[in-house]
Each structure stands twice: as structure tokens, then as C-alpha cells.
């Protein structure tokens, strides 16, 4: 089994389908895959602060079912636990949301398995996944690449990882208290990149693994991952944008990938069942 972790609200469907159809596309194994989805409802911070619905979910499955009947797609709602844990900390309105927060629950969750890939939503695979899970993370909390930005700013913190792609060690993670630590961090202090500063912490033993597995500038031949993350540009003057996949005529124009071109043909055409499928119900 191949078990996966994405967090985030309703938006972060358009997110997780093409990050999905990505990995269907680019990794032959018939194991099947157990994809997690930690949602939350905290409207009272913000309006669009709702789970995924039930709907996206049901329709997440039958996609994931198409290519392997086994493979199963759940959503858990964590609400209680965030309220517990986090409701009016220091970190509650941090740069991002915070349902970037939710995957420091994954310990408390009772259903987690004891290894699982973290992914953010802004993401496309380039090859099998199976090469970055099959890594051996027996001896470690977790393995992570590099932040792109971060090790040439920062080079002097050498724990300093994206935190966007982490395949997690569950069972060393518990034995070590790395996400209990975390969330200690979150509660305390307020921290500049929130969840990822925490995690980073409070490591115990870490392995970086090699930029190709989390590529959030270039697309190399080699890449496993491309996380389209927010970028600075040079040109026509020095300035950043934050061009996502599902954007993907904006991001086909910017970046001219056609590696994801079939990638991206199937990701449209079911996000348009999906959007049909939901307007008949309606």
C-alpha cells in the first residue's frame, strides 16, 4: 500500500485531482494507493475556511478507483484536534492557512499508517512515484529535499527542508515526539514559516534526498517532482509569482511544459465531468 497525506479546504480539489492523475500517469505499480485528506471547518477565521466536501471526495475515489479498484481515497476531518490544539495560537493566521497545520496531527489521528508521503497540492509528478517512497526511511523522522530559496539564503541551518513533499516515518516520528514537539512550537511561539519551522525544530534525525524529488524552480530531465511554489523571476524585472497547475493555460504559456501535456488534457476533461456531474445534482 501506497499512502498518501493532502490537507487543505474546499479549494484544494483542483489541487489534489491533477496532483493525483499526475502520479496515476507516471508510476506503474499495482499496489494499491491510500490517498488521507485532513479537512477542517474554522469559518469563523474566514469564510472559504471550509472542508472538502463529500462530493469532491466521492469523486476524488471514483478517479482513483478507475485506475486501480483498490485504491481508496478518505477524508478526516481533524476540527476537533485543531480546536484543541491550535484555536487562538500564535500561528493561527500564518502566512499561508492554517490548514497547513493539519499534517502535525498525524499522530493523533488513529488510522495513519506508519509511513506515509506528505504532498502539497501544487504539484505535478514527472515520474514514478515509487521512487521517492521506496526511499528507506527506517533510521529517520523523515526525508525531505531542500527549500530552493532556503539553502542558499540559509545555508547555514542545515536541517532547513521544503516541507512541501516529506515522507513521513510515522513510527519514528512517535518514538521521537517530532510532531508533539511541533505542535508545542506552533502553540508558543510565532514562527516565520509556521508549520515547516516547527517540524524543522524540532528534528531529531532527518535524511535530504536530492532536489529532483521536490523541484520548485526548474524542470529538469531527471525531476520527479515539479511543486509549483511561488518564484521569483528575473525578468522583465525582479518580481515573484505564484502560477499553480490547475492555472494551466497561464502555466503552459509561462513555463511551455510539454511533458504534462496528457497530464493536464485529463486533469480538464475531469474537472469539467466533475463540475457537470455536480450542476445536475444541483
Not at 480546536?83 to 489521528?109: G, H, I
Request: charged residues 30%; aromatic residues 14%.
Amino acid at each position: 500500500m501506497i499512502n498518501l497525506l493532502f490537507s487543505g479546504n474546499f479549494k484544494v480539489f483542483d489541487g489534489i485531482l491533477s496532483c493525483l492523475v499526475s502520479i496515476f500517469m507516471r508510476t506503474d505499480t499495482k499496489e494499491p494507493f491510500n490517498i488521507l485528506v485532513f479537512t477542517m471547518d474554522v469559518h469563523h477565521l474566514r469564510e472559504d475556511y471550509v472542508p472538502v466536501t463529500d462530493a469532491q471526495i466521492e469523486f476524488l475515489n471514483e478517479v482513483a478507483k478507475s485506475y486501480n479498484k483498490e485504491n481508496v481515497v478518505r477524508k478526516i476531518d481533524v476540527t476537533e484536534i485543531y480546536n484543541k490544539e491550535f484555536a487562538n495560537s500564535p500561528n493561527e493566521q500564518c502566512y499561508c492557512s492554517p490548514y497547513t497545520l493539519l499534517r502535525l496531527f498525524a499522530d493523533l489521528v488513529p488510522e495513519m499508517p506508519d509511513k506515509v508521503l506528505y504532498l502539497d497540492v501544487d504539484l505535478l509528478f514527472n515520474k514514478d512515484i515509487r521512487l521517492l517512497y521506496d526511499i528507506d526511511v527506517g533510521n529517520y523522522e523523515y526525508a525531505a529535499a531542500p527549500d530552493h530559496y532556503g539553502k542558499l539564503i540559509l545555508f547555514w541551518q542545515r536541517k532547513f527542508i521544503n516541507a512541501g513533499v516529506i515522507l513521513f516515518n510515522i513510527a519514528k516520528c512517535k518514538e521521537t515526539g517530532l510532531f508533539s514537539k511541533s505542535r508545542e512550537e506552533i502553540k508558543k511561539h510565532k514562527l516565520t514559516f509556521a508549520d515547516e519551522s516547527a517540524i524543522i525544530r524540532s528534528t531529531t534525525k532527518q535524511l535530504k534526498i536530492s532536489q529532483r524529488f521536490n523541484d520548485q524552480k526548474f524542470l529538469y530531465k531527471e525531476t520527479v517532482i515539479r511543486h509549483f511554489s511561488k518564484r521569483l523571476f528575473y525578468l522583465p524585472y525582479p518580481h515573484t509569482e505564484n502560477i499553480k497547475q490547475w492555472n494551466w493555460a497561464k502555466m503552459m504559456c509561462k513555463f511551455k511544459y510539454k511533458c504534462f501535456a496528457d497530464i493536464l488534457e485529463d486533469y480538464i476533461y475531469l474537472k469539467r465531468k466533475f463540475e457537470l456531474e455536480t450542476a445536475h445534482k444541483s
